[in-house]
């Protein structure tokens, strides 16, 4: 019996590091220069999470796959951005673990195909209630000034005129939040 348990409490701590990739990041698109960008799976509970360590510019961001709700926490401007995620863009989990299996393999960053782009307009009023989105965004917005960002469908960047922040998460996607809570 106890050999079971140090056993599975072995096996745990030898397979959990597998769930995490480091990737870095050299100044390919993100906002305010270069960093390095982690990226942990948790397949137990449809979570991935993406660290660009950069830092006063160092962002976080989280995808909770089973509420279907993804936020950033852009740690410069002390706020949390929540959306509903957009599943005919962003990757599944399993998409997700897969790119960056790949792109870890392969020793390179940006190459292949563009990375595809979202644009999302910060509604200016804080959300009173993180527990809507989920533990894991709850968590991670807990005690910052948190708002909800909703999809603007054929924008451009070039178009918009408020100040915007940008995401390059991993050569895959550009994630872009527009508003008045960025000009703080």
């Not at 792109?103 to 390179?108: S, V, Y």
Request: glycine share 8%; net charge negative.
């Amino acid at each position: 019996m106890k050999f079971t348990i140090v056993f599975a409490g072995l096996l745990g701590v030898f397979l959990t590091p597998a769930l995490t990739y480091n990737i870095n990041v050299n100044d390919d698109g993100n906002s305010n220069g270069s960093g390095q960008q982690s990226v942990s799976i948790n397949n137990e509970h449809n979570v991935a999470n993406v660290d660009n360590n950069n830092g006063w510019n160092s962002w976080n961001s989280v995808w909770d796959y089973q509420n279907s709700f993804a936020a950033t926490r852009l740690f410069d401007k002390q706020a949390c951005f929540v959306h509903k995620m957009n599943n005919d863009v962003m990757p599944s989990l399993q998409d997700l673990d897969a790119l960056i299996k790949e792109k870890k393999l392969q020793g390179k960053g940006p190459g292949g195909p563009a990375p595809r782009g979202l644009i999302y307009s910060i509604n200016p009023d804080k959300v009173s209630d993180l527990s809507q989105f989920g533990d894991s965004i709850s968590n991670m917005c807990s005690g910052v000034p948190t708002y909800v960002a909703e999809e603007v469908q054929g924008a451009s960047l070039f178009s918009y005129s408020q100040k915007c922040f940008i995401a390059n998460i991993l050569w895959i996607l550009n994630i872009s939040f527009c508003g008045e809570a960025l000009e703080n």
